[in-house]
């Protein structure tokens, strides 16, 4: 049974480029969430999606950034036109239900994005 | 957020226990106790969880407070394999979020 999946585990863009990560959540899952990891910080929650819909997208920077999940397929965190300071890592994890207590978080290996 | 406080960094040799505090005087009844850690250059793994009792699981042991302020988190024989950091994370009951700290950095000396 595959756990998270995340692809690429490395990333390099040049600053205005646009940076895709995706994520498969494991089997039988459909909720996924984004984290991202600015260097020397903690995990900072961004997005929570469930299949077609945003659940919660409150840590997402206003601009530049989106999340999907569409009915098939993996869910993508898109970065339009990237600066530096959105090099970091990126992690989705993915949970059965949403419910908090009873629901463990499996995360991916996460996305290391480098802009230059 | 109910917010939690754990040491920035903790050493331990192999195969001895190793015994991990968390403060949470806010908590509230229905924040459960979570552990998550990270190992270098992976994602967070879940460890534990628990509410009122002491857990028990293959990977480690929560001791809770009888007041629910403090937790501790007990490996009972580090390896190197356990190096990593570990974040105490009170989450509610209905809340699908997990809000990470700092962490606790563990070293295991061979």
């Known amino acids: 049974n595959a756990g998270v999946m995340q692809n690429p585990r490395h990333l390099v863009r040049r600053r205005g480029q646009e940076a895709r990560l995706r994520c498969s959540p494991m089997?039988?899952?459909?909720?996924v969430y984004w984290y991202r990891q600015l260097p020397e910080e903690g995990l900072k929650f961004m997005v929570y999606?469930?299949?077609?819909?945003?659940?919660?997208e409150s840590g997402m920077p206003k601009e530049r950034f989106s999340a999907e999940f569409p009915k098939e397929g993996p869910s993508i965190l898109r970065i339009q036109q990237v600066v530096r300071g959105d090099s970091a890592a990126y992690f989705c994890?993915?949970?059965?239900?949403?419910?908090?207590?009873?629901?463990?978080?499996?995360f991916g290996q996460g996305t290391r994005l480098t802009v230059v | 957020d109910a917010k939690t406080t754990q040491p920035n960094s903790m050493e331990s040799n192999e195969e001895e226990p190793v015994h991990l505090p968390c403060n949470h005087s806010t908590i509230s009844g229905t924040d459960y106790i979570h552990w998550y850690r990270q190992l270098p250059s992976q994602g967070p793994e879940y460890v534990i969880h628990g509410l009122t009792s002491n857990v028990n699981n293959r990977m480690a042991s929560l001791a809770i407070a009888e007041d629910r302020k403090s937790s501790t988190l007990i490996l009972h024989r580090a390896t190197l394999r356990d190096a990593a950091v570990y974040y105490c994370i009170l989450r509610d009951a209905g809340d699908y979020k997990l809000s990470f700290g700092a962490g606790t950095t563990v070293t295991v000396r061979a």
């Open positions: 999606l469930q299949k077609e819909n945003i659940i919660d």
């Open positions: 089997k039988g899952h459909s909720h």
């Open positions: 994890a993915s949970s059965p239900t949403g419910a908090g207590w009873q629901t463990e978080a499996f």
